[in-house]
């Protein structure tokens, strides 16, 4: 199969946020027939939802791959699940581990599992603001240009960590 690049976007709010990013991009790392590409730095933002919850840590990371993008993302929730994630009917509520395809390839996906490019990407700050860190230039598929995307869409809160 032909290699696609990838972006994911990971989140934390639970169990020490930075160390949960940090951990899983190791274990996105350690999967065969993945490449890092570029990750981006880390942001903290208010809680999407449900505001008596922690502040999240947000990163989006850029992976060069071989794998289908069903494979991809059962790989992604194991590694969500290993990292203590529960899932829940709740919508936005807090989690030690939150990894979504953003993007795969240039690909529009609509399955009943993923939906590429990830619903609501285009009024989310703390995607845009890091995916427009490592790709500057990237057109989204459906949506246009991440530098539009970027002017469009308020900050809310977004603060890039040092």
């Given at each position: 199969m032909t290699k696609v690049i990838v972006y994911i976007g990971l989140g934390s709010n639970l169990a020490t946020p930075e160390v949960q990013i940090k951990e899983a991009r190791q274990a996105i790392n350690a999967l065969s027939a993945i490449q890092e590409t570029a990750f981006s730095s880390l942001y903290r933002s208010p809680p999407m939802g449900p505001q008596d919850q922690p502040d999240y840590v947000n990163a989006v990371m850029a992976?060069?791959?071989?794998?289908?993008?069903?494979?991809?993302?059962?790989?992604?929730?194991?590694?969500e699940l290993d990292h203590g994630r529960v899932r829940k009917d709740e919508r936005w509520g807090a989690r030690t581990l939150d990894l979504d395809i953003l993007l795969y390839g240039q690909q529009v996906i609509q399955q009943p599992d993923l939906i590429v490019p990830h619903y609501g990407m285009a009024e989310r700050a703390f995607v845009l603001y890091p995916l427009q860190e490592i790709a500057p230039s990237l057109q989204v598929p459906e949506l246009g240009y991440i530098a539009t995307l970027v002017r469009h869409c308020p900050l809310d809160g977004l603060v890039r960590l040092a």
């Open positions: 992976v060069e791959t071989s794998l289908p993008a069903l494979e991809l993302l059962h790989c992604l929730q194991k590694i």
